[in-house]
């Protein structure tokens, strides 16, 4: 139950614990509400015992919490006053090498390159593009289910949710059948990013000597996919690293995000079995909203960052030049201006679809329409044919304090002919 009055100690709780993601099961609301309602533009310091595992970065500079939607809707449409590029856009203080890594990222990029390059990445991702693509996406969903159906139980995060997305980026970039695999374990040691550097050898690494492989073929080989445009398009002129990075951002953007999304879908249907019997009610009816209410209510990337580029004020609080914004969008979509009751689990919410779960502006995510298409085949095959599917023990949240992701969720259900 989110109180009205909140205590000093909560108002002085920080972001940055690792521990508040698990322990919360999500992000923390009760925060979140209680800085919304007494200080919407909040002062988070940084932690002496905060070290993130990340290669390249460190934590030294504290930043402003955003937990109102008008506000993390202003400042993610105003890229000129609020910066992807200057220093990054995740909420880490970056080295040197890491930041230049962060500006040819094309999520990095200074604002008119940015446009030019999403420009050019449309078309890709056009409702006509992937219409293309859709029967593909169906015989892949149907497939990842067949395996599972089968038997009476899965591990549903890496036996499902984390296949289809990887699987969708290989047909997209055009990856062989055989490198699949290879994509799916790399994806999912990307994914949990926070403990990145406890690997032997960067994943990152490894996902970059994977798209130069791939980068070769296709300029030995061009094709109509999207890695073969990246690397053979003479006009957009990408360089090597540039096109590297590409693959590597859509590696890691169109895969936890979906995945993620899929197993807290199966996660909130146990838990709110009146909705589930509601969905079941009518699966075509209830299907699309029941999906931007999973969006809005877990909110996978739970922030980015932003640099204030002048003296300023966000929401009526000043803010200075090369000050640290985080962009709270689990906050955003419970903000009860916007949402109404917004901690209750509603698949018949009117304005579900508003939420900010793909961010907004001119970064807005260029992956959302495949993402939407993506969990509503795959969540309808699981919905239709393995419909009583139950949690078995309780699922693992990752310790993160930028995805809120489950990363273990055994299920079981009858088990259905393939
Ligand atoms: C449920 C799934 C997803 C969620 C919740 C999600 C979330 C987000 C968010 C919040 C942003 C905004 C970043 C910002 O404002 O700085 C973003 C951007 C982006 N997303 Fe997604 N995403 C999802 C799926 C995908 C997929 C499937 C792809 C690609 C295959 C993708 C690729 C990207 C890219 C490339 C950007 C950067 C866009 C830009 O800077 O212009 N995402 N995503």
């Not at 100690?9 to 698990?22: H, R, T």
């Not at 979140?32 to 390249?56: K, L, Q, S």
């Amino acid at each position: 139950m989110i109180q009205s009055a909140h205590s000093a100690d909560l108002l002085s709780a920080n972001i940055l614990d690792p521990d508040i993601f698990p322990a919360q099961r999500g992000a923390p609301h009760r925060l979140f509400d209680a800085w919304r309602t007494a200080d919407p533009v909040h002062w988070n310091p940084v932690t002496p015992t905060y070290t993130p595992d990340i290669p390249g970065s460190s934590m030294t500079k504290g930043f402003w919490v955003l937990t109102r939607y008008q506000d993390v809707f202003d400042v993610s449409r105003d890229q000129d006053l609020f910066s992807s590029h200057e220093d990054g856009f995740v909420i880490w203080d970056l080295e040197e090498e890491e930041l230049q890594r962060q500006r040819a990222n094309f999520m990095g990029m200074l604002p008119a390159d940015h446009q030019a390059v999403k420009q050019f990445l449309m078309p890709a991702f056009s409702a006509r593009a992937l219409q293309a693509l859709s029967p593909q996406i169906d015989k892949l969903a149907k497939e990842i289910v067949d395996q599972i159906a089968v038997r009476e139980r899965c591990e549903f995060v890496f036996d499902v949710a984390s296949r289809l997305p990887v699987y969708t980026f290989c047909e997209l970039m055009g990856i062989p059948e055989q490198m699949r695999e290879r994509v799916v374990e790399l994806g999912n040691a990307v994914a949990d990013v926070e403990t990145r550097g406890a690997h032997e050898v960067d994943p990152t690494f490894q996902l970059f000597g994977l798209a130069q492989e791939i980068a070769e073929q296709k300029r030995q080989t061009p094709d109509g996919s999207l890695m073969s445009l990246l690397v053979n398009d003479a006009a957009l002129g990408l360089s090597e690293m540039a096109v590297n990075m590409f693959f590597v951002v859509f590696a890691i953007a169109g895969h936890e995000t979906t995945r993620s999304t899929a197993a807290h879908f199966i996660q909130l249907m146990a838990a709110h079995p009146d909705q589930y019997a509601l969905l079941r009610s009518d699966v075509d009816g209830h299907l699309e909203n029941a999906i931007e209410e999973v969006l809005r209510y877990t909110s996978t990337t739970t922030n980015f960052r932003r640099t204030v580029m002048a003296d300023t004020e966000i929401g009526g609080t000043p803010v200075r030049k090369g000050d640290k914004v985080y962009l709270s969008y689990a906050a955003a979509n419970r903000d009860p201006s916007v949402f109404a009751d917004p901690h209750r689990f509603d698949i018949t919410r009117e304005n579900a679809r508003k939420h900010l779960a793909f961010g907004t502006g001119p970064h807005v995510c260029i992956g959302a329409r495949l993402a939407r298409m993506e969990l509503h085949v795959l969540l309808k095959q699981i919905v239709t044919r393995i419909p009583d599917f139950q949690l078995v023990g309780e699922p693992t949240w990752l310790r993160s304090i930028w995805f809120n992701a489950i990363t273990n969720l055994p299920i079981c259900y009858t088990a259905s002919a393939a």
